[in-house]
């Protein structure tokens, strides 16, 4: 299917999109976190969020008509250590197997018996070959990272992980490249079921959007295809299902606070004693 090009943040920020979100009952904010809301790094644990989307995290999470969702790769519970403390947020993390919920209730969707034993075989595997510092295991998958490695040897490990995956593939799993590495995850859920299951409470009348970057996010996008606003969050702009492309992070922070603008009862224009000030 043909993608066209999405609209760039300087035409889409006063366009008529925003007077559906403004003083509408119900809306919902999807996003993804790596490469969205934080710069990549090397340490994963130390991704920190882009400077002053801490603060509109926090405002955001006080409207009460919003739903403020973060949907991630990243195992769930691992999330909240990287979001701002106070924020009792909830999470669809490991590609939508698993839901934190905002009063800390768990759900996860369990493996089949052959996708188990085949992901701990896999893991083993790898390690055999090597390569066990470069795993990180979540629940339904195992992500092996390549960042800071160079072509060659990104090609050799894609290599012997693809060998690898070749043995499992048939027992229900997906091969999915992402930005730094590739992951092996269990067949069922995506990005993609999760926006499902997290419109699936919501009015028809609600408005929602996504933002991501990755190819992973491109599941989500076209999950939401004629329902929502899909938003590529990136420095360049690559082939995408999505709408509208913003830079981080100005333009990320420029559309949170035009969100919280919107959907704010304060209608404030002093809300943040933050350390960044949004584009004009
Ligand atoms: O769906 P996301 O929230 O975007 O998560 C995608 C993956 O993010 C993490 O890895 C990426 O970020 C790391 C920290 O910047 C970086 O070191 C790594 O190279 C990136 O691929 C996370 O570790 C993965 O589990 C997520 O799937």
Not at 54 to 60: G, K, P, T
Not at 183 to 192: L, N, P, Y
Not at 235 to 249: F, G, N, Q, Y
């Amino acid at each position: 299917m043909a993608e066209e090009k999405p609209a760039p943040w300087p035409t889409w920020r006063g366009s008529e999109w925003w007077r559906r979100l403004n003083g509408r009952g119900r809306s919902v904010l999807m996003l993804d976190y790596d490469g969205t809301l934080a710069p990549f790094v090397q340490d994963r644990l130390r991704a920190s969020l882009y400077p002053g989307v801490a603060d509109r995290l926090l405002a955001l999470a006080q409207c009460s008509q919003m739903r403020l969702v973060f949907v991630s790769g990243r195992a769930a519970r691992e999330l909240p250590h990287l979001l701002p403390p106070s924020i009792q947020p909830e999470i669809w993390g490991s590609h939508g197997r698993e839901r934190l919920l905002p009063d800390g209730r768990y759900q996860a969707y369990p493996l089949s018996p052959a996708q188990s034993e085949a992901l701990h075989w896999l893991s083993r595997s790898i390690g055999e070959r090597g390569f066990a510092q470069l795993l990180e295991t979540k629940p339904g998958s195992l992500a092996l990272h390549t960042r800071g490695f160079s072509l060659d040897e990104e090609r050799q490990i894609t290599r012997v992980a693809g060998s690898l995956f070749a043995e499992i593939e048939k027992s229900g799993f997906d091969w999915l490249p992402f930005d730094g590495g590739i992951e092996v995850r269990a067949a069922g859920c995506s990005k993609a079921t999760a926006v499902e299951e997290i419109l699936s409470t919501e009015p028809a009348d609600a408005i929602v959007a996504y933002l991501g970057d990755d190819r992973t996010d491109e599941e989500a996008f076209r999950a939401l295809s004629g329902r929502g606003l899909r938003v590529l969050v990136r420095e360049t702009v690559r082939p995408t299902a999505a709408d509208l492309w913003l830079k981080p992070p100005d333009e990320l922070l420029a559309f949170l606070d035009q969100w919280w603008e919107a959907v704010s009862d304060e209608k404030s224009t002093a809300l943040w004693n933050s350390d960044h000030q949004s584009a004009p």
